[in-house]
């Protein structure tokens, strides 16, 4: 069994790693509040690194055109064709994996690949986040749990099989057998991954058979790549932590979504060691993002210590 780490709030290093300039790709997911987005985007860019934009298909033209419109004046921004991406659908996963492929294919160096929604904003500023990279460098940030122990009520997304029709999910399952001697894992969908972990995952021959089950799971997004590494030879650093601040409130039929953040969560948002935060929206509070400015350029140290995958349980039962 994998160890992975568990990131804390003092300073500890796993080894000593010469400290480098990082290079950030990201991979931004927009599919409404173009606003919001653009407000995302001038925060966190930096002309060194990296920016590729997928806008969901369903966010309608005039969207489309006005990101675009206000992207052409960065040359190192790239636009994906627009794909019907569906919540709870294999397509999450699959825009990921293109994102992850089109930047690697790139002629373009870059060392991190960070993945975030049009609705996130950074707690820290570009150079903060690329000295606590540069830092860490060799570490991959991404939720990790083992799925049947730590939260057995989702196995049915996993043991069941789903299809995508149209906008949504078909009603229709029926269950199935799962992938013989792989253990599930699931975490979220956010994470920070080194360059090396990326390549493992767009081009390593093992993770053809995760791709081909995990088309017909439900929410896949929350669990494809932490059932990958953990499966795999992926031999990298794993830190139980994606550096996002969420905090998860119920919502009718959905069982939780990310709340959506006002002046009243400042303390929360200025406490701990998160590295980017959601959701946001103007409509709802305009004025958070000026409070979270006041700590945007103070860093902060994290611990890392091993622990036993298996042992990991109490922070993954309030995700989705």
Known sequence: ???VYISESDGHSIENIPMKSICIAYLILVHRLPNQFKKLFNAIYDPSNFYLINIDRKAGDEIEKEVTDFLNKYPNVRILKSENVIWGGYS???AELDGMKYLLEMNAKWDYFINLS?????LKSQKIIKDFLSGNNGKNYIKVADQEKIRPETMNRIENYFEETGDKISDKTHKREF???VIPYIGGQWMILTRDCCEFISNNIEVKRFEDYYLNTLIADESFFQTVLMNTSFDGILINDDKRAIIW???GDIKLRPKTFTETDLDFLQTGN???ARKFDDNVDNKIIEGIKIQYDIPFKTLVKVADIGNLSENFKHLN
């Open 1 to 3: 069994m994998k160890n």
């Open 92 to 94: 999450m996963v699959q």
């Open 118 to 122: 049009g609705q996130d904003y950074p």
């Open 179 to 181: 992938m013989k001697d």
């Open 249 to 251: 409130i119920p919502d």
């Open 274 to 276: 998160h590295l980017f």
